[in-house]
Structures are given as C-alpha cells and as structure tokens.
C-alpha cells in the first residue's frame, strides 16, 4: 500500500488524546434530565460538549450543539482557549432555533456551568448536566465529533486557527 502512493488504502492514524472535561468544579451541578429519554421532535433535547483539533503549534477548540433528534449541528464555536468557546456556540443555537421553554440542554464539564453559561440557559427556560466523568451520558456529542475527526480532522494538518475555520 505505501508503494502504490495511494493514501487512501492507508488506515486512519490514532491521534493522541486531550482531556476537555473538567467535573472538578466548583459551581452547581444539575440533574440528568435525559436519562432513559428518547425525542421524535426537533428543539426537545439538545446535547453540547467541546473538542480539541491539533494545529502546527497548540490546539483549537470546537464547541458544538447538537439537535438530538435531527441531529443537526445548531451551534457551534471554534477558539483557541477552551473557556471561550462554548457560550458563542450556545448564543448561537439559540439564535438559529429559538427553543421553546422546557427544552432540555445537555452538557458536561466546567465550560457548561459557568455563571455566564448558567444565566444564558436559564433566561431560557432549560438546563440538565451528566454525572461526573461518564462519557455514555452524552453519548450522541460523543460519536459526533469521532465521525468528525475520522472524516475530517485526521485528514488533515492544520497549520493555523483560520485553517480549521475553512475546512471544519
């Protein structure tokens, strides 16, 4: 396969892994409003969570709010500080979708719980987090952006912020 210069017989390279989840904070924590819940309606649960993309130098980070029923990305945010990022992309799915009160926002981590955070989703009538440290409670964010990075992100060598703005 590496004689034949075609790269795309070539299996997709592991990158190395970086931790975005802080549980270790010191603001409220909220209940999981949707365990064991299923939607067949757009604007009844939304789910958020926050990634890393290599650059030359450092890392960017993407934020993203996923419509759990479409699956539709609604908002999303790309920064080069991981405390940034996550309330642009909540303004904008709040922007792009104007959800009724009641609908559930689902996230983990610090970024989520800020003060800032917590207000925005409060004025808006919503809010729920996962327990400490567990992936599966946010699982769709999960898989979203592992297709992300396997179709997109590991294919490429970003060399600058502007570079993952263009092609992500």
């Not at 592991?14 to 757009?42: A, E, G, V």
């Not at 030359?56 to 999303?76: E, M, N, P, W």
């Not at 909540?90 to 970024?111: F, N, T, W, Y």
């Amino acid at each position: 396969m590496r004689e034949s210069s075609l790269r795309s017989l070539l299996c997709a390279v592991r990158r190395s892994y970086k931790r975005t989840t802080n549980s270790q904070h010191p603001y409220p924590r909220y209940p999981n409003l949707i365990r064991d819940k299923t939607t067949s309606l757009i604007d009844q649960i939304c789910v958020a969570d926050i990634t890393y993309i290599r650059i030359a130098t450092s890392f960017v980070y993407l934020a993203v709010i996923l419509d759990s029923c479409s699956r539709k990305v609604i908002g999303y945010a790309i920064s080069n500080r991981l405390d940034t990022d996550a309330l642009a992309a909540l303004k904008m799915a709040l922007a792009e979708r104007k959800p009724a009160a009641g609908c559930i926002h689902h996230s983990d981590g610090v970024q989520y719980a800020s003060t800032e955070y917590i207000k925005e989703l409060k004025d808006h009538g919503f809010i729920s987090m996962s327990r400490k440290g567990n992936p599966y409670d946010n699982a769709q964010a999960e898989s979203f952006f592992k297709t992300l990075k396997y179709e997109e992100v590991n294919l490429w060598n970003y060399r600058t912020l502007d570079d993952v703005i263009a092609r992500v």
